[in-house]
Nanobody, 121 residues
């Protein structure tokens, strides 16, 4: 079965850190750019970061620049999102998704089921 599985979410205090993982099953991640998205209750889904197939190009939404770092380990078929200096407004369900290019008008081929991140004291 072809799927993406996220893990690493949880409850963390403001200023804390979490590392999310996105693992591919049934296909090879190095053929895809991977985006991390988040959706908070009552808000639209937004893409917070993306990493190209080679890992050489990364993008971030302004609100997470300098705090989040996306990386990939193609040997482990895994993409990571390191989240530091977390804020309450980072609270959301985080999803990873795969497609050929970060910058594209095409939809994403695969989506994970999401992992909850809650930032609260």
């Amino acid at each position: 079965q072809l799927q993406l599985v996220e893990s690493g979410g949880g409850l963390v205090q403001p200023g804390g850190s979490l590392r999310l993982s996105c693992v591919a099953f049934g296909f090879t991640l190095d053929n895809y750019a991977i985006g991390w998205f988040r959706q908070a209750p009552g808000k639209e889904r937004e893409r917070v970061s993306c990493i190209a197939r080679s890992g050489g190009t990364t993008t971030y939404v302004d609100s997470v620049k300098g705090r989040f770092t996306i990386s990939r380990d193609n040997a482990k078929n895994t993409v990571y999102l390191q989240m530091n200096s977390l804020k309450p407004e980072d609270t959301a369900v985080y999803y990873c998704a795969a497609r050929a290019l970060c910058m594209s008008s095409m939809g994403y081929d695969y989506w994970g089921q999401g992992t909850q991140v809650t930032v609260s004291s």
